[in-house]
């Protein structure tokens, strides 16, 4: 009976992520092409602000809240109510973000005025403070959530886990983007926003159903637990100071940056290359890539302990990098049948890099989960900060000199290919055992300099 109970907290801790992907696939799918092509607002704001979300976590916050559920308790949770905190801030920001984009006035706004209307935009800022207080809860709720997995769950089955929990969360993007499209084959402001309000609540009952009662209360506040905590100052020293876990920041940043530079851009895509309206870009784009993305993470993270992370992770790099060829071509010939094949290659790549990769990173924590998951988080933040908003740029840099749709497209997934590739040259020199064994001498100076003082 306690191995049932076991398994079903398990499965119902999985389920988290699925109210991640309701709201996430909604804000980089939908909302990113509402403000693009029907308020047309450039894509470097309009993908400059939602990757504001990943902000808070450049400036820290996934450190912070990582240590910090290390170190501190509430009423004897290290976990649980960090992924509530961050839960309730994302759920109230993510219901007032179509209203507050309606508010933005510099939409169709000539480039020589653009400069002085983003200070003046009453609406751009509510907007900026929407998202920033969305990246907050974001970050602080994942990274206490991995730290979670991490805690309780055995090595050997964090591949499935992570698997499972990723397979949810784009499943249930691609779903409720079916059934959006559909609400919004009438599309209207107040659709949008009505969307947003039930996906909020939603939202809500998936994370506090799926987390509560998980953790045990008082769970490590055993002995050899409170030796190990350090203070955030010293987790920053910890970090920078030791190469091999900047080495695989780096890893994680790359392969990061690879994974989700292009989920902003698709849907845009669809609508600018091809002229797909709403109804269609949400029906082709996520039940496509993301059905064979979903395929390939569950059957990868089963896979995991059998062929490995680093063979799962090259197997990503390369079918995704042919799969942005294809779409490439596709593009170019307005070949749909050729795009639908493109995103299914590529679905299979990104199913397989990013469970092997999110896997690996799980695995990389020395004892320490909260904290370098934290560092870990804060990579992958940077990469997709950079990735969303360096695709906004680009794509409008190239236009503005071409004239030419899918030349900005294609100039956003040949960087992925690059990426792609970099990854697989970076990967051969990831290493646990190193990883592990310069983490447990660092910890050990930390506690030599505290009997010092």
Same mark, same amino acid.
């Given at each position: 009976?306690?191995?049932?109970?076991?398994?079903?907290?398990?499965?119902?801790?999985?389920?988290?992520?699925?109210?991640?992907?309701? *709201?996430?696939?909604?804000?980089?799918?939908?909302?990113?092409?509402?403000?693009?092509?029907?308020?047309?607002?450039?894509?470097?704001?309009?993908?400059?602000?939602?990757?504001?979300?990943?902000?808070?976590?450049?400036?820290?916050?996934?450190?912070?809240?990582?240590?910090? %559920?290390?170190?501190? =308790?509430?009423?004897?949770?290290?976990?649980?109510?960090?992924?509530? &905190?961050? &839960?309730?801030?994302?759920?109230?920001?993510?219901?007032?973000?179509?209203?507050?984009?309606?508010?933005?006035?510099?939409?169709?706004?000539?480039?020589?005025?653009?400069?002085?209307?983003?200070?003046?935009?009453?609406?751009l800022w509510k907007l900026s403070i929407i998202f920033l207080i969305f990246g907050?809860?974001?970050?602080?709720?994942?990274?206490?959530?991995?730290?979670?997995?991490?805690?309780?769950?055995?090595?050997?089955?964090?591949?499935?886990?992570?698997?499972?929990?990723?397979?949810? *969360?784009?499943?249930?993007?691609?779903? =409720?983007?079916?059934?959006?499209?559909?609400?919004?084959?009438?599309?209207?402001? !107040?659709?949008?926003?009505? #969307?947003?309000?039930?996906?909020?609540?939603?939202? @809500?009952?998936?994370?506090?159903?799926?987390?509560?009662?998980?953790?045990?209360?008082?769970?490590?506040?055993?002995?050899?637990?409170?030796?190990? %905590?350090?203070?955030?100052?010293?987790?920053?020293?910890?970090? =920078?100071?030791?190469?091999?876990?900047?080495?695989?920041?780096?890893?994680?940043?790359?392969?990061?940056?690879?994974?989700?530079?292009? !989920?902003?851009?698709?849907?845009?895509?669809?609508? !600018? #290359?091809?002229?797909?309206?709403?109804?269609?870009?949400?029906?082709?784009?996520?039940?496509?890539?993301?059905?064979?993305?979903?395929?390939?993470?569950?059957?990868?993270?089963?896979?995991?302990?059998?062929?490995?992370?680093?063979?799962?992770?090259?197997?990503?790099?390369?079918?995704?990098?042919?799969?942005?060829?294809?779409?490439?071509?596709?593009?170019?010939?307005?070949?749909?049948?050729?795009?639908?094949?493109?995103l299914v290659v590529t679905g299979m790549g990104l199913g397989a890099a990013s469970?092997?990769? @999110?896997?690996?990173?799980?695995?990389?924590?020395?004892?320490?989960?909260?904290?370098?998951?934290?560092?870990?988080?804060?990579?992958?933040?940077?990469?997709?900060?950079?990735?969303?908003s360096g695709a906004g740029i680009v794509r409008d840099l190239v236009y503005i000199?071409?004239?030419?749709?899918? &030349?900005?497209?294609?100039?956003?997934?040949?960087?992925?290919?690059?990426?792609?590739?970099?990854?697989?040259? #970076?990967?051969?020199?990831?290493?646990?055992?190193?990883?592990?064994?310069? =983490?447990?001498?660092? *910890? %050990?100076?930390?506690? !030599?300099?505290?009997?010092?003082?």
């Amino acid at each position: 009976m306690n191995k049932i109970v076991k398994t079903l907290n398990l499965i119902r801790l999985c389920m988290f992520q699925m109210g991640f992907g309701l *709201m996430l696939g909604f804000v980089q799918d939908i909302l990113n092409r509402v403000m693009i092509k029907e308020l047309l607002l450039p894509a470097t704001i309009a993908l400059g602000l939602i990757s504001l979300k990943e902000l808070m976590a450049i400036f820290g916050v996934k450190v912070w809240a990582g240590n910090l %559920s290390d170190r501190k =308790s509430v009423l004897g949770y290290r976990r649980t109510p960090y992924i509530f &905190l961050g &839960l309730v801030s994302c759920v109230v920001s993510f219901m007032l973000s179509p209203a507050a984009a309606y508010e933005v006035k510099v939409g169709g706004t000539e480039f020589s005025h653009m400069l002085p209307a983003l200070f003046t935009d009453i609406g751009l800022w509510k907007l900026s403070i929407i998202f920033l207080i969305f990246g907050f809860g974001l970050q602080v709720a994942t990274t206490a959530y991995y730290a979670l997995i991490a805690d309780i769950v055995p090595e050997e089955h964090i591949g499935k886990i992570t698997g499972a929990s990723w397979t949810l *969360m784009v499943l249930t993007a691609i779903i =409720s983007n079916w059934n959006i499209g559909n609400y919004l084959k009438v599309f209207t402001p !107040e659709r949008l926003t009505q #969307v947003a309000e039930f996906g909020g609540l939603l939202t @809500l009952f998936f994370g506090v159903f799926a987390v509560i009662g998980i953790e045990k209360r008082n769970a490590e506040t055993g002995p050899g637990k409170e030796k190990h %905590s350090i203070t955030f100052a010293q987790s920053v020293r910890l970090l =920078s100071s030791s190469p091999k876990t900047l080495q695989f920041a780096l890893y994680i940043f790359i392969s990061i940056f690879a994974l989700f530079a292009n !989920e902003v851009v698709m849907d845009p895509f669809g609508a !600018e #290359v091809f002229g797909m309206p709403v109804s269609v870009t949400t029906k082709l784009f996520k039940p496509t890539m993301g059905g064979t993305q979903l395929v390939f993470m569950l059957l990868t993270g089963f896979l995991l302990s059998k062929i490995g992370y680093k063979r799962g992770a090259y197997f990503g790099n390369t079918f995704s990098s042919i799969g942005f060829a294809i779409i490439m071509v596709a593009g170019f010939t307005l070949n749909m049948d050729l795009l639908r094949a493109g995103l299914v290659v590529t679905g299979m790549g990104l199913g397989a890099a990013s469970v092997s990769n @999110l896997s690996m990173m799980m695995n990389m924590t020395a004892g320490r989960s909260g904290i370098y998951i934290g560092l870990w988080g804060t990579a992958q933040s940077l990469a997709i900060f950079i990735g969303h908003s360096g695709a906004g740029i680009v794509r409008d840099l190239v236009y503005i000199f071409s004239g030419n749709h899918m &030349l900005a497209y294609a100039a956003i997934f040949i960087v992925e290919i690059i990426a792609f590739t970099a990854s697989s040259f #970076v990967l051969p020199y990831v290493s646990k055992e190193a990883f592990e064994e310069e =983490s447990h001498a660092k *910890m %050990s100076e930390f506690a !030599e300099a505290a009997k010092v003082h």
